[in-house]
Protein backbone atom coordinates (compact mmCIF):
# COMPACT_ATOMS: atom_id res chain seq x y z
CA UNK A 1 0.00 0.00 0.00
CA UNK A 2 1.29 3.47 -0.93
CA UNK A 3 0.70 6.69 1.16
CA UNK A 4 0.24 9.85 -0.33
CA UNK A 5 2.53 12.11 -0.38
CA UNK A 6 2.39 15.51 1.61
CA UNK A 7 1.69 18.93 -0.68
CA UNK A 8 4.50 20.95 -0.80
CA UNK A 9 3.69 24.15 1.62
CA UNK A 10 2.41 27.34 -0.47
CA UNK A 11 4.35 30.28 0.01
CA UNK A 12 3.88 33.67 -1.39
CA UNK A 13 4.25 37.64 -1.41
CA UNK A 14 2.35 40.53 -2.76
CA UNK A 15 2.03 44.17 -2.76
CA UNK A 16 -1.20 45.54 -2.75
CA UNK A 17 -2.94 48.76 -3.51
CA UNK A 18 -5.89 50.17 -2.63
CA UNK A 19 -8.27 48.33 -5.08
CA UNK A 20 -11.04 45.81 -4.52
CA UNK A 21 -9.38 44.06 -7.27
CA UNK A 22 -6.28 43.23 -5.86
CA UNK A 23 -7.74 42.90 -2.69
CA UNK A 24 -9.70 40.25 -3.95
CA UNK A 25 -7.09 38.53 -6.13
CA UNK A 26 -4.59 37.54 -2.94
CA UNK A 27 -7.87 36.72 -1.20
CA UNK A 28 -8.34 33.69 -3.92
CA UNK A 29 -5.13 32.97 -3.83
CA UNK A 30 -4.75 32.14 -0.56
CA UNK A 31 -7.91 30.91 -0.43
CA UNK A 32 -7.24 28.23 -3.56
CA UNK A 33 -3.93 27.25 -1.73
CA UNK A 34 -5.87 26.62 1.87
CA UNK A 35 -8.26 24.47 -0.60
CA UNK A 36 -5.30 22.78 -2.29
CA UNK A 37 -4.07 21.73 1.62
CA UNK A 38 -7.79 20.43 2.27
CA UNK A 39 -8.85 23.37 4.51
CA UNK A 40 -12.80 22.59 5.22
CA UNK A 41 -15.54 25.41 4.81
CA UNK A 42 -15.52 26.95 8.06
CA UNK A 43 -11.42 27.57 7.81
CA UNK A 44 -12.58 29.35 4.75
CA UNK A 45 -14.81 31.58 6.40
CA UNK A 46 -12.40 32.19 8.92
CA UNK A 47 -9.69 33.11 6.61
CA UNK A 48 -11.38 35.44 4.59
CA UNK A 49 -12.50 37.14 7.58
CA UNK A 50 -9.53 37.95 9.19
CA UNK A 51 -7.54 38.95 6.64
CA UNK A 52 -10.28 41.51 5.06
CA UNK A 53 -10.17 42.85 8.66
CA UNK A 54 -6.50 43.14 8.72
CA UNK A 55 -6.04 44.44 5.24
CA UNK A 56 -8.82 47.10 5.57
CA UNK A 57 -6.98 47.98 8.80
CA UNK A 58 -4.07 48.75 7.03
CA UNK A 59 -4.96 50.95 4.76
CA UNK A 60 -7.91 52.46 6.85
CA UNK A 61 -5.45 53.14 9.76
CA UNK A 62 -2.01 52.11 8.82
CA UNK A 63 -2.25 54.51 5.73
CA UNK A 64 -4.66 57.12 7.49
CA UNK A 65 -1.91 59.55 6.88
CA UNK A 66 -0.56 57.60 3.57
CA UNK A 67 -2.74 57.59 0.77
CA UNK A 68 -1.38 55.72 -2.32
CA UNK A 69 0.58 53.56 0.08
CA UNK A 70 0.83 49.81 -0.99
CA UNK A 71 0.16 46.88 1.72
CA UNK A 72 2.59 43.64 1.52
CA UNK A 73 0.55 40.24 2.13
CA UNK A 74 2.85 37.16 2.52
CA UNK A 75 1.84 33.97 3.60
CA UNK A 76 3.12 30.37 4.32
CA UNK A 77 0.03 27.38 4.02
CA UNK A 78 0.94 23.89 4.83
CA UNK A 79 -1.58 21.03 5.82
CA UNK A 80 -2.11 21.95 9.09
CA UNK A 81 -1.40 25.59 9.37
CA UNK A 82 -2.02 29.05 7.30
CA UNK A 83 0.16 32.08 8.84
CA UNK A 84 -0.22 35.27 6.50
CA UNK A 85 1.45 38.44 7.54
CA UNK A 86 -0.11 42.05 6.53
CA UNK A 87 2.10 45.05 6.68
CA UNK A 88 1.26 48.48 6.11
CA UNK A 89 3.95 51.43 6.07
CA UNK A 90 2.27 53.29 8.30
CA UNK A 91 3.98 54.59 12.04
CA UNK A 92 2.23 51.17 13.49
CA UNK A 93 0.25 51.58 17.27
CA UNK A 94 0.32 49.80 20.16
CA UNK A 95 -2.27 46.85 20.37
CA UNK A 96 -3.07 47.36 23.60
CA UNK A 97 -4.32 50.93 23.70
CA UNK A 98 -7.21 50.04 21.33
CA UNK A 99 -10.37 50.39 23.33
CA UNK A 100 -12.07 46.37 24.14
CA UNK A 101 -15.34 46.91 22.40
CA UNK A 102 -17.16 44.15 24.52
CA UNK A 103 -16.94 46.32 26.98
CA UNK A 104 -20.04 48.70 28.32
CA UNK A 105 -18.50 51.79 27.60
CA UNK A 106 -17.15 51.27 24.20
CA UNK A 107 -20.31 49.21 22.66
CA UNK A 108 -21.33 52.35 20.38
CA UNK A 109 -17.81 52.97 19.34
CA UNK A 110 -16.64 51.40 16.19
CA UNK A 111 -12.66 51.12 17.19
CA UNK A 112 -11.46 47.33 17.37
CA UNK A 113 -14.48 45.73 16.23
CA UNK A 114 -11.73 44.20 13.49
CA UNK A 115 -9.12 43.19 15.89
CA UNK A 116 -11.50 41.46 18.33
CA UNK A 117 -12.75 39.25 14.65
CA UNK A 118 -9.53 38.23 13.73
CA UNK A 119 -8.56 37.37 17.62
CA UNK A 120 -11.64 35.29 17.43
CA UNK A 121 -11.04 33.53 14.02
CA UNK A 122 -7.76 33.06 14.39
CA UNK A 123 -5.37 30.69 16.68
CA UNK A 124 -2.75 33.13 17.00
CA UNK A 125 -2.27 36.93 16.02
CA UNK A 126 0.43 39.10 16.95
CA UNK A 127 1.60 42.62 15.95
CA UNK A 128 5.62 43.53 15.24
CA UNK A 129 7.32 45.45 17.62
CA UNK A 130 6.15 48.75 15.77
CA UNK A 131 2.89 47.76 15.43
CA UNK A 132 2.62 48.21 11.70
CA UNK A 133 2.71 44.48 10.64
CA UNK A 134 0.20 41.48 11.99
CA UNK A 135 0.64 38.02 11.85
CA UNK A 136 -1.99 35.87 12.01
CA UNK A 137 -1.89 31.74 12.47
CA UNK A 138 -4.76 29.43 12.19
CA UNK A 139 -4.72 25.72 12.64
CA UNK A 140 -6.76 23.39 10.37
CA UNK A 141 -9.20 21.61 12.75
CA UNK A 142 -8.05 18.65 14.22
CA UNK A 143 -4.35 19.59 13.60
CA UNK A 144 -2.69 20.28 17.12
CA UNK A 145 -2.83 23.82 18.01
CA UNK A 146 0.40 26.17 17.91
CA UNK A 147 1.52 27.52 21.51
CA UNK A 148 -0.36 31.21 21.84
CA UNK A 149 1.80 34.26 21.66
CA UNK A 150 1.57 36.78 24.94
Known sequence: MTSIPPKPEAHDRIVLHDR?????RCERAILDAVVAQG????????????????IVNAFRHGHKDLPGEPVTVE?????????????????????????????DENLDTPSGRGIMLMRA???????????NCVTMV????DAPAPKKSS
Open 75 to 103: WTITSTTCSITVCDRGPGFKPSDVPDPTL
Open 39 to 54: FPEASRFALRLALEEA
Open 138 to 141: YTKP
Open 20 to 24: REDIE
Open 121 to 131: YMSDIRYNESG
